[in-house]
């Protein structure tokens, strides 16, 4: 059964174009690696961060199990609070994931439902969308997030904000990222609406909210999943900048930011593996993403079918 949906997958165009390029097949599988691992790191990490009983300021800044002084219980050494560093970074991914991808579902669902109805009804609404993307792309995403946690900052206590600062921070970046989503959206909109099937629909009595969501939509989701997918590594190098800044995930709560931050505090001290490690995962992450964004940006342009 599974060689026949392996057969009926390659196939496709898609699973053509994705079992003949390494470099998805590749970046694909990294990416899955890291995310079942985060999803499943109570089962994959040895020992759990948030759990006091397995944390010893005796066992901090213990190095790499093959640097002098390692220990073969930590193989990729502690941080400053004794934990392990393997077991922080595949913990602290999972919570860059969770803002990653809900920031991305939130700033595709805001920029799709502006896009989409800024290129169908037309008129002022349109001019006034898409003025207000121009205004926003002006703003560098890293400055509107900083904005918009400053704002959340004077807003709410700083009790509150701890407890709320991961909905704060998917907010902040899911504002920030939405124009490029509603630009798109708009541009592929514009073209469909003047389309056959489109007018059908309007002479059969199809609501707008009908016609936009139910036949629009699923003929422009190509360029969207693009965007979404190298959107996706954007939004956690983002996480892991504010969170290095000290304006993201509380310091309490380790994410790929925040040890990064804490470990450049002793860097030059010796301590090299607590920023280096993460840093390094970071990238690995953000990388296959982006290379599993580019193929699919290729494998869903019409203009480069390869048969």
Not at 47 to 65: C, G, K, R, T
Not at 250 to 272: D, H, K, Q, V, Y
Request: neutral net charge; aromatic residues 12%.
């Amino acid at each position: 059964m599974i060689g026949k949906m392996i057969n009926k997958i390659y196939d496709t165009d898609i699973g053509y174009s994705f079992f003949n390029s390494k470099i998805a097949i590749i970046s694909s599988s990294i990416f899955l690696i890291i995310f079942l691992c985060s999803f499943f790191a109570e089962i994959v990490a040895p020992y759990d961060p948030f759990d006091p009983l397995n944390i010893s300021l005796m066992d901090a800044f213990i190095p790499p199990v093959w640097s002098e002084g390692g220990n073969a219980n930590f193989f990729l050494g502690t941080d400053q609070q004794g934990r392990d560093m393997f077991s922080t970074m595949i913990y602290g991914s999972r919570i860059s994931l969770i803002v990653g991808f809900s920031s991305i579902i939130f700033a595709m669902i805001l920029g799709v439902s502006l896009g989409i109805t800024a290129g169908y009804i037309g008129g002022r609404y349109e001019t006034f969308v898409m003025r207000l993307t121009d205004v926003q792309l002006t703003i560098p995403s890293i400055l509107m997030a900083l904005l918009v946690d400053g704002i959340a900052r004077a807003i709410i206590s700083k009790s509150m904000h701890d407890e709320m600062a991961i909905y704060v921070l998917i907010f902040a970046i899911g504002i920030s990222e939405w124009p490029q989503f509603a630009r798109v959206t708009r541009a592929s909109t514009l073209v469909e609406k003047n389309k056959e099937y489109i007018s059908a629909s309007k002479i059969i009595g199809l609501s707008n909210i009908l016609i936009m969501f139910k036949h629009i939509l699923p003929n422009i989701l190509r360029p969207i999943l693009v965007i979404a997918t190298i959107g996706l590594a954007l939004a956690i190098i983002t996480e892991s900048t504010l969170s290095f800044l000290g304006v993201g995930i509380p310091p309490t709560t380790p994410s790929l930011g925040t040890l990064i931050r804490f470990g450049n505090n002793f860097l030059f001290s010796g301590e090299w593996w607590i920023t280096f490690f993460p840093a390094i995962f970071l990238v690995v992450l953000a990388l296959s993403i982006n290379l599993l964004g580019d193929w699919m940006r290729d494998a869903l342009n019409p203009k480069l079918k390869k048969r």
